[in-house]
C-alpha cells in the first residue's frame, strides 16, 4: 500500500469533433458532465475506479473515488483533452481478491474504459493484474505497495521482471517503507528489540518481512513474531507473548482495524511499549479502536503530509468545494495524480494522432504512460521501467494527545 506543485495545462477550445471510435462514445456535451463546457459533440472517456467502497476500510476506498472524481471534474472543466469528456465508474472490491477480479472483468469489458485508478489492497491488485494484462488496459494504484506487483516475485533475490506491462502505481513501496521504518524505530526511537506481526495478507506479510530484515541489519534483535487473522478481535494471547518476550517495541504489518484493537491488548497485558506500522495502520480509526491511549504508536506513509505540500493546496481546497461527505485519507493525493496520469497518457495519444481519437486508444494510453511526467499533488509524477513511482518520500507520524501528527518527512536513501 503508499506520498507530492499541481499543474492544469489549459486547452483550448475546438470547434471539431472527434470521430466515433470502438473506445469511446459520443457524448452530447451540454455541460452538465463533470463540468464539461464547450458544447460541442465529445468522445466520452471513462476512467474506472476500483475501491473499498464497503467495509472497515472504506474511509480509505472513499477518499480514493472522490479524488478521482475531483480530478475527473478539473480535466473537464479545463478541457484538458480536446474534445474529450471523462467521466468516473466506481466499483467495491470490499478488500476481497475475488471480487476484485470480478470488477477488473467488467472494467475491461466496458471499451470506453481506457484507465483504471485501484486498487488499495496488494492482495486484490494480484487477483486483478492478468485480467487488465490480457485487456491491454492501464491500471494505476495509488496504494499498493507490495514489491512483488512490479518487480516480480523473485525481487527479493535481485532478480527483478515486470510481470505486467499494464500496472503502475503513485504509492512508493515496501521496499522503501518497510526499511525507512526500521531505520526510524532503531536509530531515531532507540527501539533495539521489535516484536513483528503481520495480519497473513500479501500487503502484511511483505511489510512486515522488509522491516525485520533490515531491523536486524541495523543491528538490532526480532524478540519474536507472530500472525493474527484479519476482523478477529481478540488479540490477547499475541499480546501476553509480546509482553513475556521483553520487546520494547511491536511492528505490526497489516490494517488499521486490526492494530488497533493489538496496540490496545498490548498495552492492556502490561507491555506499555510503542506499535509500529505502515500506511495501512495512518488512520483515525487506529486509534479510536484503541480503549487504551496509544500516544507514542508510529506509522510511516507514503509521501508528505498533504496538508503540508504547497503542491498541494489546490487539490485540498478543490477538494472542500467540492462538498464530499468523506474525507480524502491516506491516498486522495495519490489517486488524484493516477487519475490525472491516465488524463495525461489521452491526451499525448490524441495530440501525438494529430488531435484525434485512434481506434486502438487502449494501446496508444497504455505506451503514453510510461513517458507521462507532470508536477502533481504528491510532487512529481513519473513512473520508472518497472512502473514504479519515482517520488521516495516518506514521513513518520506519530500519536500525539489522541491524534497522528507528522514527526519527520524524508526522501529516502539507500
Not at 527479493?156 to 503513485?170: H, L, V
Amino acid at each position: 500500500m503508499r506520498h507530492r506543485s499541481l499543474t492544469i495545462l489549459t486547452a483550448a477550445l475546438t470547434t471539431g469533433t472527434l470521430a466515433l471510435t470502438a473506445c469511446g462514445s459520443r457524448d452530447a456535451g451540454d455541460g452538465k458532465d463533470n463540468g464539461a463546457g464547450d458544447g460541442g459533440a465529445k468522445t466520452t472517456v471513462t476512467i474506472g475506479v476500483d475501491a473499498p467502497l464497503t467495509g472497515s476500510l472504506s474511509p480509505f476506498g472513499q477518499g480514493i473515488k472522490n479524488s478521482v472524481d475531483l480530478a475527473v471534474r478539473t480535466a473537464n472543466k479545463n478541457n484538458e483533452v480536446k474534445g474529450v469528456t471523462f467521466r468516473t465508474t466506481a466499483l467495491d472490491d470490499q478488500a476481497v481478491p475475488g471480487t476484485g477480479q470480478q470488477n477488473a472483468a467488467k472494467l475491461a469489458a466496458d471499451k470506453n474504459v481506457l484507465g483504471v485508478v485501484g486498487p488499495m489492497n496488494s492482495g486484490v491488485a494480484q487477483s486483478m493484474q492478468g485480467v487488465f494484462e490480457k485487456a491491454g488496459l492501464t491500471l494505476v494504484s495509488p496504494a499498493n505497495t507490495n514489491p512483488a506487483l512490479t518487480q516480480g516475485d523473485n525481487w527479493a533475490k535481485g532478480e527483478k521482471n515486470r510481470p505486467f506491462k499494464t500496472y503502475f502505481r503513485t504509492a512508493t513501496t515496501d521496499i522503501i517503507q518497510g526499511r525507512f521504518a526500521a531505520q526510524h524505530l532503531y536509530k531515531e526511537a532507540k527501539k533495539k528489540k521489535a516484536f513483528v506481526v503481520d495480519d497473513k495478507q500479501t500487503y502484511g506479510v511483505g511489510l512486515a518481512t522488509i522491516f525485520a530484515e533490515e531491523f536486524k541489519r541495523l543491528g538490532g534483535e526480532i524478540a519474536g513474531t507472530d500472525h493474527l487473522t484479519v476482523k478477529e478481535t481478540d488479540f490477547s494471547g499475541i499480546a501476553n507473548k509480546i509482553k513475556n518476550a521483553g520487546a520494547d517495541s511491536v511492528y505490526f504489518g497489516g490494517q488499521f482495524p486490526e492494530a488497533g484493537l493489538l496496540s490496545d491488548q498490548v498495552k492492556k497485558a502490561g507491555a506499555r511499549i510503542p506499535l509500529m506500522g505502515g500506511d495501512g495502520i495512518y488512520n483515525p480509526g487506529f486509534i479510536t479502536a484503541s480503549g487504551e491511549p496509544n500516544d507514542g504508536d508510529l506509522a510511516t506513509s507514503v509521501g508528505y503530509p498533504v496538508e503540508e505540500l504547497d503542491s498541494a493546496k489546490k487539490f485540498v481546497q478543490g477538494y472542500k468545494d467540492a462538498g464530499y461527505k468523506d474525507a480524502y485519507a491516506t491516498y486522495g493525493g495519490y489517486s488524484y495524480d493516477a487519475a490525472w496520469a491516465i488524463v495525461q497518457a489521452v491526451k499525448k495519444t490524441v495530440e501525438d494522432n494529430n488531435g484525434k481519437f485512434p481506434a486502438d486508444a487502449r494501446d496508444k494510453v497504455l505506451g503514453a504512460m510510461s513517458k507521462v511526467s507532470f508536477d502533481g499533488v504528491t510532487g512529481k509524477v513519473s513512473f520508472d521501467q518497472y512502473g514504479d513511482t519515482t517520488n521516495k518520500q516518506l514521513t513518520v507520524y506519530q500519536v500525539v494527545g489522541g491524534a497522528w501528527k507528522s514527526l519527520k518527512s524524508a526522501t529516502f536513501q539507500d
